[in-house]
């Protein structure tokens, strides 16, 4: 069986599905599945089970918009991407805004 390099060619230009892949192995690292030092060989592992999957639809299901699909994996990743990027922000700025107003007459109040 030889490669079908119009397939070969359709999957180099996508960006979505790579980005998808980012997202899935930083959440499980957030969740402490995968383990310190791991993620890069997790991330290959992946990309290359993802795009054997996507070359075998491309190839035997040709009426299957990949490009399609890859526009759905974009804007999921880069929303998750953009979110976990947030969260560390999110988490130091509230211990510091919440340190500075301890004490603060009204906004610094605690009942404990």
């Known amino acids: 069986m030889q490669l079908d390099f119009s397939v070969v060619e359709l999957l180099k230009a996508l960006v979505g599905v790579p980005a998808l892949i980012a997202l899935v192995v930083n959440v499980l690292k957030w969740f402490?599945?995968?383990?310190?030092?791991?993620?890069?060989?997790w991330a290959?592992?992946?990309?290359?089970?993802?795009?054997?999957?996507?070359y075998v639809l491309a190839t035997f299901y040709p009426d299957i918009d990949i490009l399609y699909f890859d526009e759905i994996a974009r804007?999921?990743?880069?929303?998750?991407l953009a979110m976990i990027g947030f969260m560390p922000a999110g988490a130091v700025i509230s211990g510091k805004v919440h340190d500075g107003i301890r004490g603060v007459p009204i906004l610094g109040k605690s009942n404990s």
């Open 44 to 54: 290959k592992i992946l990309n290359v089970v993802v795009f054997a999957l996507l």
């Open 75 to 80: 804007t999921v990743a880069g929303f998750g």
């Open 32 to 41: 402490t599945v995968i383990k310190p030092g791991k993620a890069t060989q």
